[in-house]
């Protein structure tokens, strides 16, 4: 099956610090990635619809300015949390679109979490 | 939005019967896909539908496309230890041409030896 890698698979950063995430297909072009958040004990919430080439679609109720996304290529997407708190630890799970198998390939995860 | 019911919320089962869960809704879905997710790490796709009432089987898992387009279940025949984990239904809307996927709340299974 195809594969999706994330960095890093995990970080700890301090209050107010920024952190980047990278989702890379690495054996597809995507011109669609995904992002989503996962709580402990909870499912995965879609927080955007990352584009190649042009901004993102965000969620209801997910802050674009807080949660950057730029997907530069089709083999790349980053999501940068910009001034982290501790509510925003989470583990942050991207999928990359295979279009010629219309089928979603999700990454490991990244477990982030703000001290 | 949009919401999958998915049930149980969880399993505690031993270790040869059969489990079953399901997904409802109450939009209409083009595509159903079930998942499933050990802990720390990414989902991964064990089987996807396709077609309304479509049965499809993976070795000892079994799902199915509701007929109304708006629930799916998976079945799994003599469980096995190594079938723990999170269990995720997800839909892509028939409105959608983005993709997007709906999840379900996931079902946690755990297998007893």
């Known amino acids: 099956g195809a594969v999706v890698s994330q960095h890093p698979s995990w970080v700890i950063c301090k209050s107010g610090t920024s952190v980047k995430i990278e989702c890379r297909s690495l054996?597809?072009?995507?011109?669609?990635m995904f992002w989503y958040r996962q709580f402990p004990k909870q499912s995965l919430m879609l927080m955007a619809t990352s584009n190649e080439g042009s901004k993102a679609t965000y969620e209801q109720g997910v802050e674009k300015d807080k949660f950057l996304i730029n997907h530069a290529s089709l083999t790349l997407s980053t999501l940068t949390v910009t001034s982290a708190h501790p509510e925003d630890s989470s583990f942050y799970i991207c999928?990359?679109?295979?279009?010629?198998?219309?089928?979603?390939?999700f990454g490991p995860g990244t477990r982030l979490t703000v001290l | 939005g949009q919401q999958l019911n998915q049930s149980p919320q969880s399993m505690f089962i031993q270790e040869g019967e059969d489990v079953s869960m399901n997904c409802t809704s109450s939009?209409?879905?083009?595509?159903w896909l079930w998942y499933k997710q050990d802990p720390g790490e990414g989902p991964v796709l064990l089987i996807a539908?396709?077609?309304?009432?479509e049965l499809t089987s993976n070795g000892r898992l079994t799902a199915q496309f509701g007929i109304t387009r708006k629930d799916s279940f998976l079945n799994i025949s003599a469980s096995i230890p190594s079938d723990v984990g999170i269990y995720f239904c997800?839909?892509?809307?028939?409105?959608?041409?983005?993709?997007?996927?709906?999840f379900g709340q996931g079902t946690t299974l755990q297998v007893k030896p």
């Open positions: 539908l396709y077609k309304a009432g």
């Open positions: 999928s990359a679109r295979d279009p010629d198998r219309d089928e979603q390939f």
């Open positions: 054996d597809f072009q995507a011109t669609t």
């Open positions: 997800a839909g892509q809307l028939r409105s959608s041409n983005t993709g997007k996927l709906i």
């Open positions: 939009s209409i879905f083009n595509t």
